[in-house]
Every structure is written in structure tokens, then in C-alpha cells.
């Protein structure tokens, strides 16, 4: 069973950076997808940002020209860099594996905590 392992949130102030980590294990499928995902209180979860095996990129309009994800394969790992942080990106982050950048869902982690102070 694949596991997603997050780590990297925070409280941080408004204008700051935060680098957030995931790393999956266990039965991981060939080529998965990798991404992120947020919930902010009272609201559903949406996309941030996701990356396929080869490097395609799909980004939330409000994450466009502030975060940045990238991936490690030799590491199953997938990053989100996050600057110019403001107050409404506050939300629990999940790490997210699917099949293909369009494909099926594999995993969800467990969420980390990103507080933007104004």
C-alpha cells in the first residue's frame, strides 16, 4: 500500500516562503503523478499544483507565479515551493499520488498545517 509521508508546514508571515515535502512508499505504480492539494476551514479541497512523471505541470491560477512544485524521481519525492505566502493560502496541504497527471487517485497523505500570519 503506497504511503505518503509530508513534511515542511508552518506558521509563517505574510510575504515569507515556506518548501514543502512528500515523499511516497510502498506499492508505488510506474510514472504516478505527484501533487498538492489544500482544505482551508469551512471550504473543500482544491488543486494547488501537480506534476507527472515527466515534468508536466498543472498549477491552480492562484498558485500560479508564487509556488512552484518539482519532483525527485530516483526519490519518489515531490516539493511544493511556496513564496509570497498570503494569509488565504492558509489550509491543511495534502500530498496527493495519482495515476497520470489526469488519471486515477492512488494516495492522500495525512495533511500538513500552512498558517499565513498578516
Known amino acids: 500500500q503506497v504511503q505518503l509521508a509530508e513534511s515542511g508546514g508552518g506558521l509563517v508571515e505574510a510575504g515569507g516562503s515556506l518548501r514543502l515535502s512528500c515523499a511516497a512508499s510502498?506499492?508505488?505504480?510506474?510514472?504516478?503523478?505527484m501533487g498538492w492539494y489544500r482544505q482551508a476551514p469551512g471550504k473543500q479541497r482544491e488543486l494547488v499544483a501537480l506534476?507527472?512523471?515527466?515534468?508536466?505541470?498543472k498549477y491552480a491560477d492562484s498558485a500560479k507565479g508564487r509556488f512552484a512544485i518539482s519532483r525527485d524521481n530516483a526519490k519518489n519525492t515531490v516539493y511544493l515551493q511556496m513564496n509570497t505566502l498570503k494569509p488565504e493560502d492558509t489550509a491543511v496541504y495534502y500530498c496527493?499520488?495519482?495515476?497520470?497527471?489526469?488519471?486515477?487517485?492512488?494516495?492522500w497523505g495525512q495533511g500538513t498545517q500552512v498558517t499565513v500570519s498578516s
Open positions: 506534476i507527472s512523471s515527466g515534468g508536466f505541470t
Open positions: 496527493h499520488l495519482r495515476q497520470t497527471l489526469y488519471g486515477s487517485d492512488i494516495a
Open positions: 510502498g506499492g508505488i505504480p510506474s510514472n504516478p503523478a
